[in-house]
């Protein structure tokens, strides 16, 4: 997953608030991270998400919102 970061580490202007979404993602636990990233970034379905990764496509959904709370509530604490 760190190959993704690469293209946002060279971009101009975002540093700081790359600093914050790291943080951020980090707060998750792996599979939790592995399902936002893969959603996020490879933009990949929820039903894709859950025959890679061997789980139920509710548990891909309960995941995501999992992501959506880490980073709603971090926000409000930056």
Do not use: C, N, P
Not at 69 to 76: Q, S
Request: hydrophobic content about 55%.
């Amino acid at each position: 997953m760190t190959m993704r970061w690469k293209f946002w580490q060279r971009a101009s202007g975002v540093d700081a608030e790359l600093v914050r979404l790291k943080r951020r993602v980090r707060r998750m636990d792996a599979t939790t991270r592995a399902v936002f990233l893969m959603h996020r970034l490879d933009s990949l379905g929820y039903a894709e998400i859950a025959a890679r990764l061997g789980i139920a496509v509710a548990e891909v959904e309960r995941r995501i919102a999992e992501a959506m709370v880490v980073l709603v509530e971090a926000d409000a604490e930056d």
